[in-house]
């Protein structure tokens, strides 16, 4: 199945055995992930980078998924599948953080406002690139390496799930899980978080909202339409904090290299570019975050129990 034009594995069916449900989910995400892999080999740019993109998120659905067992596997066997997933995550990171950057500096230089400010962002890249913190050509064979690696090492989780005990992974078990997801997601919003803080630490809510999200999506066959509209809400909070994030890996570089600026006006333009940016974003993911989390525990909870029936467990 696609959504949003990327691959993904089809949600569990609510009718079929829970346990063999998500490890067939598991191994379709590996699957999808070695598939991007292979894809790599493309001389053509965009191709490369779709690649990447497409196996670091059936990582991300991975983990969400993986979460969701989380009690109910081996302790042993949990930690080692999610240790591996999240460390081929960050081995392809730099990979795509490079292309990310490239892109946010293309579309700074059309959205920017006012001509200084645009003419700012020409300055950045090209001060960036004279650093090599933008390298203007890539060599191919030190990516291709990183993703033989990260390739080799899916296969051999692939085995692991097939490997592993699912029989106790029933409807009751995830549904646990979901309801500590959602307590916690609903708690950075509702309770541990005003527009005034330092917001840096919405990353890690960040990671929270995009494993409830993901997860919600491998179980969406038990109440589409319901469940779509959880997952567009929650999108939206992980969408906001995603652009804030690649906003500030390109703050952290212009700070970096900021002694190569010749003309410091033209720093300091890019920078309250940044700054105007991330605070819109972050304020509207504060906002979001708690509209779309809004629904107290014991009726989240309830909801899926009333969706899902236990004769598939």
Not at 83 to 111: K, M, N, T
Not at 187 to 216: A, C, M, P, T, Y
Not at 268 to 281: H, K, N, P, Q, V
């Amino acid at each position: 199945m696609s959504r949003g034009g990327v691959p993904s594995a089809v949600s569990i069916d609510p009718e079929r055995p829970v346990s063999r449900e998500f490890r067939r989910v598991l191994a379709d995400e590996l699957n999808i992930a070695i598939e991007a892999c292979d894809s790599h080999g493309s001389w053509e740019v965009r191709r490369r980078s779709e690649a990447i993109r497409r196996t670091r998120k059936a990582l991300k659905r991975f983990r969400a998924v993986l979460d969701l067992v989380k009690g109910a596997i081996a302790a042993d066997d949990h930690e080692s599948m999610k240790i591996a997933s999240r460390d081929f995550g960050r081995r392809l990171s730099p990979l795509r953080d490079r292309d990310v950057v490239l892109a946010l500096l293309d579309a700074l230089g059309e959205q920017a406002t006012g001509r200084r400010r645009r003419e700012a962002v020409r300055m950045t890249g090209a001060v960036l690139s004279a650093a090599k913190a933008l390298p203007a050509t890539r060599d191919h064979r030190e990516d291709e390496a990183v993703i033989d690696e990260v390739r080799n090492g899916l296969e051999e989780l692939a085995k692991r799930v097939v490997s592993v005990d699912f029989d106790a992974v029933d409807r009751d078990s995830v549904i646990g899980r979901f309801d500590r997801a959602w307590r916690h997601v609903r708690h950075r919003f509702h309770d541990d978080v005003d527009e005034d803080d330092d917001l840096s630490r919405l990353h890690e809510n960040r990671k929270r909202v995009i494993r409830l999200q993901l997860g919600l999506a491998a179980i969406r066959g038990v109440n589409p339409g319901a469940i779509r509209r959880d997952i567009r809400g929650l999108k939206e909070v992980a969408s906001a904090l995603g652009r804030d994030r690649d906003l500030s890996m390109l703050e952290a570089m212009v700070a970096e290299h900021a002694d190569r600026f010749p003309d410091p006006e033209a720093r300091r333009r890019i920078e309250a570019e940044i700054a105007d940016r991330r605070g819109r974003l972050q304020r509207d993911a504060i906002r979001a975050g708690r509209d779309a989390s809004r629904r107290p525990p014991v009726k989240f909870r309830k909801r899926l129990e009333n969706w899902w029936s236990p004769q598939g467990g």
